[in-house]
């Protein structure tokens, strides 16, 4: 069957918005018509040239739509159904996958790596050339097909371009605290970035019921964003000692890096309190290193680790964030920034590239 996708093809040149050939759903996938997809920090790494991908690629693996057809072996699904994509669609046997950790499986980890789904394909084609999915997705088009596992029913009563953002962002980041770094209630917590991920860390945070949340970040209007979702203190990289002398002498409980950047990572684990945990939620781009004293965890026995995809399954995730939502504890819809049609996605590109307070969506 045919679609319209935006292909990125190199490195400063704009998305070529076009149609392509798509397979036929396979009896365990899922059709499904995008609604909205969220322009994620990772999709920006492959656009820089941060990481090499396969080219060309749809990218865009943070979206939200309803099924328009099911494949015969799947169960759950019909059509109609309002659907988020979860980008972990994994092999189901490896270790991590029986955990219940789809999102380390080293099959889908390759797949991602290899521009396809886990099974080496991508049902894509264009002029007969193969067209690479973006993270194991490649959302940035109007139909897709996806495993029925990762087509995650979204319910009654849930705009899509807000449920776009469930798919990465508030996975990522309301998993990372609720499900990784774990803050007690009354705990103080500090949130590095108020990008996408950071503010949905900031969200997490208040959920969980830290008493201060620290959110710190160079651009106003993001903190402006993060202190109207539950930040307690805002600061930019220049304040922050100051900012942290008002709250804890010594640091916070958990500190989430929502960059990934080793100054970042430095900044978080600089302000964990003694015995506190730092928890990497952003990815860097390729090849970066951390520099780390091992007196941070010896003397001062502080707690690395990261979390990635809300160190949870999505299965297992997805109905707890919904009911977060519902509840309104979880907001989504602040979190929308501006919308771009399929057409103009590469305008949508550039805006996310600029760091917008809220999520870039494009409405296919
Ligand atoms: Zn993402
Ligand atoms: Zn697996």
Redesign the pocket.
């Known amino acids: 069957m045919k679609t319209k996708a935006a292909l990125f093809r190199a490195v400063g040149q704009p998305l070529e918005v076009r149609e392509i050939e798509l397979r036929e759903p396979r009896p365990d996938e899922v059709l499904v018509r995008i609604a909205a997809v969220g322009i ?3 999709d920006l790494h492959v656009v820089k040239g941060d990481w090499d991908r396969p080219k060309p690629m749809v990218l865009g ?2 979206g939200a739509g309803t099924v328009e057809a099911v494949g015969e072996a799947v169960d759950g699904l019909a059509e109609g159904d309002a659907v988020v994509l979860s ?1 972990a669609p994994s092999c189901g046997r490896c270790a991590d996958c029986v955990r219940g950790r789809p999102a380390m499986c080293i099959e889908l980890q390759r797949g991602i790596a290899a521009g396809t789904l886990p099974d080496g394909t991508t049902g894509m084609e264009a002029d007969g050339e193969i067209v690479y999915r973006g ?1 194991a997705t490649g959302a940035f088009t109007e139909r897709l097909t996806v495993g029925a596992d990762v087509a995650l029913p979204l319910g009654e009563g849930i705009l899509l371009e807000e449920a776009a953002l469930l798919g ?2 508030a996975l ?1 980041g309301v998993g990372a605290v609720l499900f990784q770094g774990r803050p007690r209630p009354g705990s103080l917590v500090l949130v590095v970035g108020a990008g996408g991920v950071g503010q949905f860390c900031v969200q997490g945070a208040r959920i969980a019921g830290a008493a201060e949340i620290v959110c710190v970040d160079p651009l106003e209007s993001r903190l402006e964003q993060a202190a109207l979702l539950g930040a307690t203190r805002t600061a930019t990289p220049d304040t922050l000692k100051a900012t942290m002398r008002e709250i804890a002498r010594d640091g916070v409980d958990v500190a989430f890096d929502a960059v990934g950047d080793p100054q970042t990572t430095a900044l978080a684990l600089r302000w964990t309190r003694n015995g506190g945990r730092t928890v990497l939620v952003g990815l860097p781009a390729a090849g970066e290193r951390l520099d780390l004293d091992p007196i941070e965890f010896v003397r001062r026995e502080k707690e690395l680790t990261g979390s990635m995809y809300g160190s949870e399954d999505p299965r297992v995730s997805l109905p707890v964030l919904l009911e977060h939502v519902r509840s309104g504890a979880l907001q989504l819809a602040p979190m929308v920034g501006p919308r771009f049609s399929l057409d103009d996605v590469d305008a949508a590109v550039q805006a996310a590239l600029a760091g917008p307070p809220g999520r870039v969506i494009v409405t296919p």
């Open positions: 994620c920090g990772t693996h943070e980008w993270t990465c962002a990522t």
